[in-house]
């Protein structure tokens, strides 16, 4: 049992995290402290008060509680690489680049190392040094799965690569040459940035747009002021023009009411 927290911050877990340590609000609700989730693909924690401070501070005197943070440094962290050689294989269109560098038992780069490399049981190659005990190398592959080997001095280890189709299908790749023949064909041109193109039938604001405001300013205006001519005509001709029907006159509560033409109400 762990000793009781000073302060955190409430909050809920998310759908499908894995809750490692919970803590009881004042509602005695439970309610998540250290959390971890998978993120893409790797993995993320929350912890919801301080890792060192008021929320935790009869943690601090937990001979055990570093290790907490021991175990989530490894747990997150990638693995360190194991004393060896060790292959890197990534596919770049139609060839497969190899990397690949050796570890000694201090954990640190052996450098003047002579790697090759052998495609699919081929002659092996001879990987460049590409600087810091780490070397590179290529190979030309088609569809299908492909084992590479390499071998150096005292070390071996294999891995496999597989093309799943050609780089010419992979639509996501830009292809450079299609768009150069299709610009020359077309009578256009290539250009390394954006801002160099020329956008002649985009739409621009021009000048004329002035002319056209003052005259609908004008056209306002005159609607107004048509408007404000005609009000006093019309409230003339409603005063020598009386209603001819019959019309109601509302007056207090006892007061008769008359309905008629030319009728008075005494």
Same mark, same amino acid.
């Given at each position: 049992?762990?000793?009781?927290?000073?302060?955190?911050?409430?909050?809920?877990?998310?759908?499908?995290?894995?809750?490692?340590?919970?803590?009881?609000?004042?509602?005695?609700?439970?309610?998540?402290?250290?959390?971890s989730w998978r993120?893409?693909?790797?993995?993320?924690?929350?912890?919801?008060? @301080?890792?060192?401070?008021?929320?935790?501070?009869?943690?601090?005197?937990?001979?055990?509680?570093?290790?907490?943070?021991?175990?989530?440094?490894?747990?997150?962290?990638?693995?360190?690489?194991?004393?060896?050689l060790h292959i890197?294989?990534?596919?770049?269109?139609?060839?497969?680049?190899?990397?690949?560098?050796?570890?000694?038992?201090?954990?640190?780069?052996?450098?003047?190392?002579?790697?090759?490399?052998?495609?699919?049981?081929?002659?092996?190659?001879?990987?460049?040094?590409?600087?810091?005990?780490? @070397?590179?190398?290529?190979?030309?592959?088609?569809?299908?799965? @492909?084992?590479?080997?390499?071998?150096?001095?005292?070390?071996?280890?294999?891995?496999?690569?597989?093309?799943?189709?050609?780089?010419?299908?992979?639509?996501?790749?830009? @292809?450079g040459g299609d768009?150069?023949?299709?610009?020359?064909?077309?009578?256009?041109?290539?250009?390394?940035?954006?801002?160099?193109?020329?956008?002649?039938?985009?739409?621009?604001?021009?000048?004329?747009?002035?002319?056209?405001?003052?005259?609908?300013?004008?056209?306002?205006?005159?609607?107004?002021?048509?408007?404000?001519?005609?009000?006093?005509?019309?409230?003339?001709?409603?005063?020598?023009?009386?209603?001819?029907?019959?019309?109601?006159?509302?007056?207090?509560?006892?007061?008769?009411?008359?309905?008629?033409?030319?009728?008075?109400?005494?």
């Amino acid at each position: 049992m762990l000793p009781p927290i000073e302060n955190f911050v409430a909050t809920t877990a998310k759908p499908g995290a894995d809750l490692h340590i919970v803590t009881m609000n004042d509602a005695g609700e439970t309610m998540p402290l250290l959390a971890s989730w998978r993120y893409g693909i790797g993995r993320v924690m929350a912890f919801a008060t @301080h890792g060192a401070g008021p929320g935790t501070r009869q943690w601090l005197a937990i001979p055990e509680y570093p290790l907490l943070w021991a175990q989530a440094v490894r747990a997150f962290l990638p693995g360190v690489a194991a004393p060896g050689l060790h292959i890197e294989l990534v596919r770049d269109g139609d060839l497969v680049r190899v990397g690949a560098y050796v570890i000694d038992a201090a954990g640190a780069l052996v450098v003047n190392e002579d790697l090759a490399a052998a495609l699919d049981g081929g002659p092996p190659l001879p990987l460049s040094a590409a600087g810091d005990g780490r @070397h590179a190398g290529s190979f030309p592959a088609s569809s299908g799965t @492909h084992d590479v080997a390499v071998t150096g001095e005292g070390f071996t280890a294999a891995s496999a690569v597989h093309v799943a189709y050609p780089a010419l299908l992979d639509f996501t790749r830009a @292809h450079g040459g299609d768009l150069l023949a299709a610009a020359d064909v077309t009578g256009g041109a290539a250009v390394d940035a954006v801002t160099a193109l020329e956008t002649g039938n985009a739409w621009r604001m021009r000048s004329e747009w002035r002319p056209w405001l003052i005259l609908a300013l004008m056209l306002l205006l005159a609607d107004l002021t048509l408007r404000q001519a005609r009000l006093p005509g019309a409230r003339f001709r409603g005063a020598l023009n009386p209603p001819s029907g019959p019309v109601r006159f509302r007056g207090s509560a006892s007061a008769p009411v008359v309905a008629g033409t030319g009728a008075t109400a005494m």
